[in-house]
């Protein structure tokens, strides 16, 4: 048994000194892939929750007539309160994402830092 801990941590060490030598070799393109993924990671979230803002923007009043001066039928009072918690959801999501992409852009170091210190 003890055999063959030694051979597993002789090839796990192997292993982590060539893993070693391909990440110091790899480390810039492998951080400007990083940035780019989270770049672009935070610009779909920035664009999803536009568009939940907008359509939020355009159907919230009409089914707020629906669900309190028309019909006041469940259905659209559930909906209503689904959509204005979705909005307000959308509106942090957008503030959080519009932040990453400005830090990104402009210190690109210092997002590195704190996304590794999270």
Not at 11 to 40: D, M, R, S
Not at 61 to 79: G, M, Q, R, S, T
């Amino acid at each position: 048994m003890n055999e063959n801990l030694e051979k597993a941590a002789t090839k796990a060490l192997e292993l982590a000194e060539k893993t070693h030598g391909f990440v110091i070799e790899q480390a810039p393109e492998i951080i400007q892939e990083f940035y780019w993924w989270n770049l672009l990671s935070s610009l779909v979230c920035f664009l999803v929750c536009l568009a939940i803002i907008i359509f939020s923007a355009l159907n919230l009043k009409k089914w707020y007539i629906k669900a309190f001066i028309d019909y006041y039928e469940d259905i659209y009072v559930f909906l209503f309160f689904i959509l204005a918690v979705l909005s307000v959801v959308a509106v942090v999501g957008l503030f959080d994402s519009l932040y990453d992409i400005i830090k990104l852009l402009t210190a690109p170091k210092l997002y590195l830092i704190e996304y590794f210190l999270r």
